[in-house]
């Protein structure tokens, strides 16, 4: 008892101490808030702005994209429900104001500029898009918790803001394991947090075909119907692909389809044997599906191949001089470039292993002609650079410094992939669960320590479109994988393509990093713990 008497003031400093650290904090500087990707300026005026009863004010023609997009994601943060207007009040209270109108020569077609006072915030851009990654960068400023009296507070200043690259994307192969169209809306609002634009789906390899093609039914119907590993794959209607352009389109998110040819094609030589050349080499060793006695044949003139749910890469080819394959190719462009709007389609054009060198250059030149006069511009991986390619190609580089090089000196764009940094199949350690190591195991440092301007000796910035982080889907089974490889790599992915080169560092970006942990959590991500990240609790 007398113990515990004398005990008694310290008890009282230590539960006092304890209210003060529940205490959320007012945040009151801007210049220390975790934002990522790091905004080109930010400063500080010392107050901050009360969410608590905030509207939003927007005009008409935006306000089901921006407005309403912004109300409903700070219901979900926050559990306020603030009003969304397109007339200003006479007395406003604390109005969010989304302004989109050209001004600003500087800020660009996707910049912003975010003003936050004690009275209101204002969201001013150019075009949609920056508006739209100006209020991505406000709901990084709101706080995880409200504070005692319910209310959000954010820190006042003003960021200027725009990125450094046009491109800044990241792929999701569907072929190897499929995805529902849940789970891809997922992946593309978890991009789009990090002001990444571009959502690359490879939609077909050699063990899956993932769209409905009308004129060629067999090819998602047949071809769609396995995945690696056997199981049970799947595909989209038109109807659902349209639906995934839509959702990446309401983010600012441009879908490119990628349809991977001449080689990584067995889906399609399975579901129709006249497609098939005599050059196809299905693996001896594999994970066959189909009937046992005709075991990866199919190699014979005409005949299908079996369905294939293995892991080789490289093996199979359409058959080069026949017409019904150039009917083939200019079918399904045509079918999957009347449904997607952006201006890209991919033809893949990787590991053609067994498809005749002059047999691949002719197949790129009449892949290329097949998509310019469906409207569009070719994307293809870096080995396209063998084709007679020019200014209206991109190559994508992924391994060969020589391939990307040569397309670039033909004129082409090119968009960054090292597999080296940015292929998030790749484990982070010799620990990982999942995933491969071919290329390297990349650390979350790993993949923000490069820079797309000086990956590639030889080919300069006005050559380069950005930056894409490619997640190939062979070890793949479900969404937990998926954000295992991805997060918390992606962020840092986001941020090469967005910030300036000089303004970045790991040292201090893993701080920002760390202080996403809680914010990774709060929005459901099943992320990678790394060793390298200071992580907040
Ligand atoms: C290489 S990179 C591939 C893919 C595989 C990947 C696995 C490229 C253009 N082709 O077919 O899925 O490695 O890491």
Not at 364 to 387: D, L, P, R, T, Y
């Amino acid at each position: 008892m007398k113990i515990f008497a004398r005990m008694l003031p310290l008890l009282v400093v230590i539960t006092m101490l304890g209210m003060q650290s529940c205490k959320t904090e007012q945040p009151t500087d801007l210049t220390k808030e975790s934002l990522i990707p790091k905004p080109v300026s930010v400063t500080a005026t010392g107050e901050s702005f009360s969410l608590k009863g905030a509207n939003i004010l927007v005009g008409e023609a935006l306000k089901d994209i921006l407005g309403n997009y912004l109300a409903a994601e700070l219901s979900t943060a926050t559990g306020l429900n603030p009003a969304v207007i397109t007339t200003p009040e006479t007395e406003p209270s604390g109005t969010i104001n989304l302004v989109v109108e050209e001004g600003d020569a500087s800020l660009g077609t996707e910049g912003y500029e975010l003003t936050i006072t004690t009275e209101g915030i204002t969201i001013s851009a150019n075009q949609p898009a920056g508006a739209f990654y100006g209020i991505q960068t406000l709901l990084q400023l709101i706080p995880l918790k409200a504070d005692e009296s319910g209310d959000y507070k954010i820190a006042t200043g003003t960021i200027r803001d725009y990125p450094t690259w046009s491109w800044r994307g990241s792929m999701l192969d569907v072929a190897r394991h499929f995805f529902s169209v849940e789970d891809v809306k997922r992946y593309i609002d978890l991009i789009s947090r990090y002001k990444m634009n571009i959502m690359h789906l490879h939609l077909t390899d050699d063990q899956g075909w993932r769209i409905e093609i009308k004129s060629w039914p067999n090819l998602a119907l047949h071809g769609g119907a396995t995945q690696v590993g056997g199981g049970k794959g799947g595909y989209y209607t038109q109807e659902q692909y349209k639906e995934l352009v839509a959702y990446a389109g309401a983010r600012f998110i441009t879908i490119i389809p990628e349809i991977d040819l001449p080689s990584h094609i067995n889906a399609a030589l399975a579901s129709y044997g006249e497609l098939n050349s005599p050059d196809t080499k299905f693996p001896k060793e594999g994970n066959y599906v189909g009937p046992l006695e005709t075991k990866g044949i199919g190699e014979g003139k005409d005949k299908p191949t079996d369905l294939y749910a293995g892991r080789e890469v490289g093996w199979s080819t359409l058959s080069f001089s026949k017409p019904t394959t150039m009917k083939f190719v200019s079918d399904v462009i045509r079918e999957l470039a009347e449904i997607t709007p952006g201006p890209y389609f991919h033809v893949g054009g990787d590991e053609a292993h067994v498809t005749k060198k002059e047999d691949y250059i002719e197949f790129i030149n009449q892949f290329n002609g097949i998509v310019k006069a469906n409207g569009m511009k070719m994307i293809g991986w870096e080995e396209i650079a063998q084709a007679n390619i020019d200014s209206n190609a991109i190559a994508q580089h992924w391994a060969s410094e020589d391939h990307a090089k040569e397309a670039a000196a033909k004129g082409a764009k090119i968009i960054m992939s090292p597999s080296k940094r940015v292929y998030l199949d790749m484990k982070y350690d010799s620990l990982s669960r999942i995933g491969y190591n071919w290329a390297a195991y990349i650390e979350v440092d790993d993949a923000y320590n490069w820079d797309p301007a000086t990956r590639v000796p030889g080919i300069n910035k006005d050559q380069i479109l950005g930056v894409e982080a490619p997640l190939w889907g062979e070890t793949l089974q479900n969404m937990t994988d998926i954000e295992y490889l991805l997060f918390p790599r992606l962020p840092g992915i986001a941020e090469i393509g967005w910030t300036p080169a000089a303004d970045r560092s790991w040292d201090e970006y893993k701080v920002r990093l760390g202080h996403h942990g809680p914010r990774m959590k709060a929005l459901g991500i099943d992320f990678y713990p790394s060793a390298k990240v200071p992580w907040v609790e």
